[in-house]
């Protein structure tokens, strides 16, 4: 879509922008075309009338020549924009006997491209005011950026030279794999981040389960052409997103994507879920502190489940800093622990909550005792939410999404967070409503059909508690 072929035409933009409110929760162009081969004979036109539709709407949906879908958040009010490039080459995807393939490739991803040396990639980053990052997930590898808007244009073309024509010089390679050997030797000293690793092992099917670090082994085998090969076998466009949030226009962005993207093709293969997770209960021992670190893993709905908000909502009762049920029964009245808390996650096909008490060995037991007891508490007639802890959790929840919208760059990731949960972008103002929506009464309603599953406890400390 060209910007020279936008319609300007009163009587149709008029008729689009009353199209726009049914059209915010499906925004690709295959909608818009339908909606606009629905209106009168008058008013009919073809394709390009879409660009005028993309042109009104705050988010946008355009699927590149590639078959990539480029994300547009249109934030008139900054003059800043924030990228996220997400490819499917996460912990999940790496083969077992090259394990932590992706905590190498995070690092070398920033070190040169194409004609690009790391030092060159570097300092053309700087010379047009640009923060960038690579970050890998399970199921994904993300590079992000800030710039200014009006530098965007120079931007995209570094970024998409690192996607499509990362370097990975063999000198690099070998610093870029100490790091993550050291980073693998530190856990030693983080034993919260080690027993949540331990946590995720055993809660999560595998490969989804994997930390992502590695072992030695998997890192010693990750070669320059491995991490190359499977780079550039993992990173296509079919799978991948860009989003882009900002003072951006998205039918600029897609006409220099399409330009940058061109000849890049394919998909990744599909990730196979090899095992059933153990979860149960298991220690580790740790006699070298005097700590406890206790975990506990529960299932919850999916992101794109109509009780994703409600559950959300209870999250926020529980966990919703120092007035929430943890802090105050666990920390406040007992004195049982020096951090104690609960986080929900909602993935495409799960979700799951997380619970964690840092705690010393002689309080351990009775910290572990009452944080599954409030864990179970709420959802029982006797652990009702009441009114002042529903207002205060969906003050909570709807505070974290204004303060979310006044970063590009957290809408940015936000918008790419959403396509590979829901396969659709979402507005900050649809979430809120979906949270606007819940009642007291629904919220209690949904917490006593609440099951939590078969639970996963993982404890790190001197000696194993009962569960």
């Known amino acids: 879509m060209r910007r020279e072929n936008l319609i300007h035409d009163e009587e ?26 629905r209106a009168p004979c008058a008013l009919r036109r073809t394709r390009r009338a879409s660009a005028t539709l993309l042109a009104l709407m705050s988010i946008s949906i355009i699927h590149l020549a590639c078959g990539m879908p480029l994300i547009v958040e249109r934030m008139a009010h900054l003059q800043s924009a924030a990228l996220t490039f997400s490819c499917p080459a996460g912990s999940a995807t790496e083969p077992a006997h090259h394990d932590g393939r992706s905590a190498i490739l995070e690092e070398i991803l920033l070190r040169g491209m194409g004609a690009m040396r790391s030092r060159d990639a570097a ?83 595998m490969p989804i389960g994997r930390s992502g ?50 000849g890049w093709h394919g998909a990744a293969a599909p990730i196979d879920v090899t095992s059933p997770p153990p979860r149960g209960y298991a220690h580790e021992v740790d006699e070298t502190g005097s700590q406890v670190q206790i975990l506990v893993g529960c299932d919850a709905p999916p992101e794109g489940h109509a009780d994703s908000a409600k559950e959300k909502l209870a999250l926020s009762v529980l966990s919703g800093g120092m007035s929430g049920r943890l802090f105050t029964e666990v920390r406040e009245k007992r004195g049982l622990c020096y951090s104690v808390s609960a986080s929900y996650r909602g993935e495409r096909e799960f979700g799951s909550v997380q619970a964690y008490v840092g705690t010393t060995p002689q309080r351990a037991q009775e910290a572990l005792d009452v944080l599954l007891h409030e864990l179970q508490r709420i959802n029982t007639p006797e652990g009702r939410v009441t009114q002042e802890e529903f207002e205060r959790a969906r003050v909570g929840v709807k505070a974290a999404l204004v303060f979310a919208g006044e970063s590009a760059a957290a809408r940015a990731a936000s918008l790419v967070s959403d396509w590979h949960r829901l396969h659709r972008p ?14 007291l009464d629904d919220l209690n309603a949904y917490l006593l059909r609440r099951t939590l599953g078969e639970k996963t406890v993982q404890t790190l400390g001197p000696a194993a508690l009962t569960v």
Request: charged share 25%; proline share 3%; with cysteine.
């Open 426 to 439: 979402r507005s900050l103002q649809e979430i809120g409503e979906q949270i606007e929506q819940v009642t």
């Open 213 to 262: 670090m590695g072992t030695p082994e998997g890192l010693a085998a990750c070669t320059r052409d491995v991490l190359l090969q499977g780079w550039l076998d993992r990173a296509r466009p079919v799978g991948s997103v860009l989003a882009i949030a900002g003072n951006v226009d998205a039918v600029v962005i897609a006409s220099q994507m399409d330009r940058l993207l061109a």
């Open 12 to 37: 149709l933009i008029g008729y689009l922008r009353r199209c726009n409110t049914s059209l915010q929760k499906n925004l690709s162009v295959r909608v818009v075309d339908r909606c606009i081969d």
């Open 123 to 205: 300092d053309a980053f700087d010379r047009l005011g640009a923060s960038r990052d690579v970050g890998a997930t399970a199921l994904n590898i993300r590079v992000s950026c800030t710039c200014l808007a009006s530098n965007l244009g120079p931007v995209l073309a570094l970024v998409s030279s690192m996607v499509r024509e990362p370097r990975m010089d063999a000198e690099s390679v070998d610093a870029c794999r100490e790091l993550a050997l050291q980073a693998l030797d530190s856990l030693k000293d983080d034993p919260q981040e080690r027993a949540s690793m331990l946590l995720r092992e055993r809660h999560l099917a």
